[in-house]
Each structure stands twice: as C-alpha cells, then as structure tokens.
C-alpha cells in the first residue's frame, strides 16, 4: 500500500508534530516521564493550541488520535512499544475507535481513513472487519481515481482483491468479502470467478434481501459463465463437457464469432467435420480472422478438397492480407495442387511477414 500511495502518504506525515514533556504528566492511570516525546496533529496547534497549554492540559483523545495515525503511517516508529503500552494501559476499546475514525473521516479524506485502519493492524495485527472496511476504502479511492492513472488503477485493484482475500484467511466465512469479490471480478467479466463467490456468499449470508439480488445476478450470468466453462473444457481436453454447456447457452446469448469458432473446433476435434464446419462457416459470416479461416481450410483439405479449401485461405486474404499463417497455408496447399510458382508468391509474402531461416531454406529448394 506504501509504494502506491507514498507521496500523499509522506505529505501526512509533515501533520504529525511531537510534544516534549517538561515535567512528569500522568496520563490515566500511569506517568510519563520528563522528556517524553508524544505526537499531536499539527493542524490542532494551528487552532491556537501551543505548546505550554497542551503540557498543563493535555487532551488524551487527541494524543490517542495521534498515535494510531502515527504508527498508521509508520508501523516500525522508534517509539512505537512506547505508544502501544500508552493506548494499552489507557483500556481503550480501540477497534471501535478506530472505525469510528475511519468512518468520520471518509467524506472527507479517504486515505485518513485508510490510515486508521492501517494503525488498527500495526498495533494489534489484522481483523476482518478492520480489513473489510480497509478493502472499502481501497474501493472507494480506486472509484474516484480510475479514469487518471490506468496503470495505478490496475495496482489498486489487486490490492483490493488482496484484501478481500485477507479478510477470508481471518474468516472463511465472511459473506460480504465473498460479495465483493463477486462483483469485482463481475466487472472484470471474468464470471466463472464471479459466480465461484456469489454461490460462497450465498452459502454464508443470512441477509435475505442481498441473497435475492445474489440470485438474480447468478442467473443473469448463467449463460456467461456455461460460455467460460466450456472455453476451459475445450483447453482441457474435455470436448463432450465443453459441446454440453454451449448447447445450454440460451437463445438470448450473444452467440459472435468467437462462439461459432469454439463450437467448430470442438467438433472438430470430436472428429464431427460436418458439423465443425456448419459452425465454422457461421462463425466466418460474424467475422473473419484467422483461426477460424485456418479451421474451415483445414476441414476442407483433410476431404481433399483442396480448391475449396484455396477458396477458403484467398478469401480470408481479402480481409487479412498480412496474416502469416493464411499467407503459408495458402502456400502449401498451393504446392499440394502442384502449383509452384504461385506458391512460392505466398511463401515468400509470408517470409516477408516473419522472416525465419527454415522458410526461407524451404522456398529455395522448391
């Protein structure tokens, strides 16, 4: 958290100014002694509180104030093991405190905040709720801050998950941290995640209105999630899974090009050439890019009908004209219908592409 937010929080620092103890000052129920150091806020002295008057009468909330902050900042501070036994001694209940703390000064400064709550763990270690709410304010600045630095945001935000993922190593079973997670990975549309958390927060929460909207929000991703599945099966290997979760992709799925191309390769790869090309035509008529001119080209070669699949690799051309693998394949199928000299023109574009010595060895020896 330092290294993201390290200029604004060394600019905090120059808030926190120390008091010396002129003569022993019992503090609650112990004393501290001539020579003691205890740190104020400054902007309280700039309220015309100086240092005379805060020796004869010095305010206990905000040297507890001070403290917490302090070592928020810096949790190695000289004189921290001094400052803990203070707080200690004085019987505070120092979590509600700092909550408090935190939710006083959200409207305001998010990061004091976040300060409070960093106070909380270097004092006394980490807590759920303490780190939950840390997760909030994280979420909160990263809202506010999102549009003005992409490369701070995307930091931002796998210290967010992070702490989420804190706050289930303290309780497993912390329903909002699973909630949040939810929707966080929601936005990412990465929905097997999302799903993964919705269905823990379901399994934990007791707020039946949240469960409601949880069961909504499931349901309105179904379909994103079965796609995803299937996507894993496939790199998997498991083809029959995969070709049963696109089927239950419903009607009102946005079925592109991508969709078609996956569901042709499973096909393909279940051996189904009648099919997987039926769904790769579909998904050349959405869009064309490579894979899928290269699969359909393919399902015509392995028939050995090598014009259709010249047909295939020239029209994927017209759109791709760059494209090295469209560019090579074109070549060898060319080569296969004993075409040489033309084969050779789309070897050697393909060189050009992506120049490699192997290629270039192979068009000389034709």
Known sequence: ??????????????????????????????????????????NYLIEGINE????????????????????GIDKDFKYKKEYVD???????NLKKYIMHKA??????????????LRGYENILGFDADILFKEGN??????????????????????????????????DEQYDLAYYRLAYINLSLSKYIKANLYFEKFMNYSKDEELKEETR????????????DSA?????????????????????????????????????????????????????????VFEENVNLLSTLYAAENNLDKSEEVLKMGLEELNNSYPLNYNLGIILLNKNLTQEAKIYLEKALNIKPNEELENFIKSL
Do not use: H
């Open 1 to 42: 958290m330092e290294n993201l937010f390290r200029k604004e929080i060394d600019e905090k620092l120059k808030n926190i100014v120390f008091i010396e103890l002129k003569e022993e000052y019992k503090l609650g129920d112990f004393k501290l002694p001539v020579g003691f150091s205890l740190p104020i806020k400054l």
């Open 52 to 71: 005379k008057e805060l020796e004869e009468e010095i305010n206990i909330e905000k040297i507890v104030e001070a403290i917490i902050y302090l070592l």
């Open 86 to 92: 203070i707080l200690i001694k004085l019987k505070l």
């Open 103 to 116: 939710y006083e000064n959200e409207e305001t400064d998010l990061l004091d905040s976040l300060i409070f």
């Open 137 to 170: 304010i994280l979420e909160a600045i990263y809202n506010k801050n999102f549009e003005e630095d992409l490369e701070q945001s995307d930091k931002l935000l796998n210290l967010i998950i992070k702490k989420y993922n804190q706050v289930l190593d303290e």
């Open 216 to 227: 909504e929000e499931i349901e309105s991703i179904r379909d994103n999630v079965n796609y």
């Open 231 to 287: 996507k894993t099966y496939l790199s998997y290997g498991e083809y029959n899974k995969a070709l049963n979760l696109l089927k239950d992709i419903s009607d009102s799925f946005d079925k592109n090009a991508e969709y078609y191309y996956m569901a042709a390769l499973i096909y393909y790869n279940m051996g189904d050439s009648i099919n997987a090309k039926e769904f790769a035509l579909q998904s050349i008529e959405k869009e």
